[in-house]
């Protein structure tokens, strides 16, 4: 079991900078492939950046590649994302979450454990 908590978001400019971080509790944290998704208003939620246990290997959405880049700490217990260039379609609630399976990155059913999400929103 692991409990997710994300910081970081806030309201910044098109073209500006965010770094968003999910503090794990527990210590199976690095066991887990980890990834960020968000949700828009209106929309569903759509998957934006996962990281394997090991941090050796990540995976992008097209939407962000280039200027978002996904991170973690093992011995801290914590995922980053830190995101650059930001555009008004970034504007949504960020959540992290953990896949005890490995696989399907971008799976929204593959993640068991959901933070409470941080409102990142973007003005033009």
């Known amino acids: 079991q692991v409990q997710l908590v994300e910081s970081g978001g806030g309201l910044v400019q098109a073209g500006g900078s965010l770094r968003l971080s999910c503090a794990a509790s527990?210590?199976?944290?690095?066991?887990?492939?980890m990834g960020w998704f968000r949700q828009a208003p209106g929309k569903e939620r759509e998957f934006v950046a996962a990281?394997?246990?090991?941090?050796?290997?990540?995976f992008y959405a097209d939407s962000v590649k280039g200027r978002f880049t996904i991170s973690r700490s093992n011995a801290k217990n914590t995922l980053y994302l830190q995101m650059n260039s930001l555009k008004p379609e970034d504007t949504a609630v960020y959540y992290c979450?953990?896949?005890?399976?490995?696989?399907?990155?971008?799976?929204?059913?593959?993640?068991?454990?959901w933070g409470q999400g941080t409102q990142v929103t973007v003005s033009s």
């Open positions: 990281i394997t246990p090991s941090g050796g290997g990540t």
């Open positions: 527990g210590r199976t944290f690095s066991t887990y492939r």
């Open positions: 979450a953990a896949n005890p399976r490995g696989g399907g990155a971008q799976v929204i059913g593959m993640y068991d454990h």
